[in-house]
C-alpha cells in the first residue's frame, strides 16, 4: 500500500501533455507542460497571483490564468540569481601536530 501511494503523488506531481493545446481549462499538470515548469511552480505562483481554488477540487487554470502566469513568470527574475553563501572566511582547519 505504500509503494503505491508514493506512485500516485509522483503521477500528479509529473508535468502532462494536453490533449489540446488552446484547450479553455487545463489541469494543473497540463499548464505546467505548456509553461515548462514544475507542478508546484505553478501551485506556488496560482498563490502568488491570488488565483486561489476551492480546496479538495482539482485544480483547473482558465486561458486568463495561464496568461497571467505566463506574465508573470517573464517579469519576475530567476530564483536562483542570488548566490547562497557558505562558509566564507574561515578555510580549513590547522592540522593539530603529531605526537613524537
Request: net charge positive; aromatic share 4%.
Amino acid at each position: 500500500m505504500p509503494g503505491d501511494r508514493k506512485e500516485r503523488y509522483q503521477k500528479y506531481e509529473t508535468p502532462q501533455e494536453p490533449k489540446d493545446l488552446n484547450a479553455d481549462v487545463m489541469t494543473v499538470q497540463e499548464t505546467a507542460y505548456v509553461l515548462s515548469c514544475s507542478v508546484r511552480t505553478v501551485h506556488r505562483r496560482l498563490n502568488e497571483l491570488g488565483l486561489k481554488r476551492k480546496p479538495g477540487r482539482t485544480v483547473v487554470t482558465t486561458k486568463a490564468d495561464r496568461q497571467a502566469l505566463l506574465e508573470d513568470s517573464l517579469t519576475q527574475p530567476p530564483r536562483t540569481a542570488v548566490p547562497r553563501r557558505g562558509r566564507q572566511g574561515q578555510g580549513r582547519k590547522q592540522l593539530m601536530p603529531l605526537a613524537a
